[in-house]
């Protein structure tokens, strides 16, 4: 994706850290350059490792973020679970089968509010990821405050690290900005159409329609104009939009400039 060029302030979070994420003996360097750019895209820069199986740095992963190089730079890499959270306050472990661990399990956007409103007072947060393979042991699922798990089909539920760490990042950003999102249709450069202008559409559209004995039966042109009128009136169409339907019609016509009024 292009970078935006006119982003919408609102869409910038707050000053609110964001929560890290941290792979648990991850062994591609593809899904873990994947994460990066799922991080990215979402506003996640803290990365962890813990005993990466072929090792760190990794020019697959590099590869594969897809220029979410300020993740990759900053990926640390930890020799067990218990040094990668050592200094988190709260840590969600993710996991899509049911544990003996009696733990608060949450879906990923019950998981967001509690980490937008941790992060809100200071107290840094984590989500623990498992292997590509067999995810989490009950070991490290204990050293989690809580349990998230996605609202996948019970009959299918492995997803790729990367997948699931975007939901992850996706519910984290919708909370941490309110859902704004980077750019929306700009009503002073795109204006609604007037009604006026949308008059002289529709007549013009249906002369146009007259001239080529398009409304037969005749007794059903009043009910075929009422229909077209409403097709044309539920597309909300722009100033601009309008004029350039009124130049389509009239090149049909066949005229040589565009009709002014």
């Excluded at 970078?3 to 899904?31: F, K, M, S, W, Y």
């Excluded at 539920?157 to 929306?184: H, M, T």
């Amino acid at each position: 994706m292009t970078r935006n060029a006119t982003i919408d302030p609102a869409a910038r979070v707050r000053d609110l850290p964001p929560p890290c994420i941290i792979l648990c003996e991850p062994q591609l360097g593809e899904n873990i350059g994947t994460a990066a750019r799922a991080m990215a895209n979402f506003g996640l820069r803290d990365l962890r490792l813990v005993n990466p199986r072929d090792g760190w740095p990794s020019e697959k992963a590099r590869a594969a973020a897809s220029r979410a190089d300020h993740v990759i730079e900053a990926v640390q890499v930890f020799d067990s679970v218990e040094a990668a959270i050592a200094d988190l306050g709260f840590v969600f472990a993710t996991t899509a089968r049911s544990r003996e661990i009696a733990k608060p399990v949450r879906g990923p956007d019950e998981a967001a509010v509690t980490t937008t409103r941790l992060g809100a007072s200071g107290t840094r947060t984590g989500y623990l990821f498992g292997r590509e393979r067999w995810g989490l042991n009950n070991d490290e699922v204990a050293l989690a405050d809580e349990i998230v798990t996605l609202p996948v089909d019970p009959d299918f539920a492995s997803l790729n690290i990367a997948q699931a760490v975007l939901v992850c990042a996706y519910e984290w950003r919708l909370k941490a900005n309110d859902g704004a999102l980077p750019f929306r249709l700009d009503e002073e450069q795109n204006p609604p159409a007037s009604k006026e202008d949308l008059l002289r559409l529709f007549e013009h559209l249906e002369g146009a329609l007259d001239t080529v004995n398009f409304f037969r039966p005749v007794e059903k042109r009043p009910s075929m104009v009422r229909n077209l009128r409403n097709i044309l009136q539920k597309a909300s169409l722009t100033d601009q939009e309008v004029k350039t339907l009124r130049g389509v019609v009239a090149a049909l016509e066949g005229r040589s400039t565009r009709p002014r009024g």
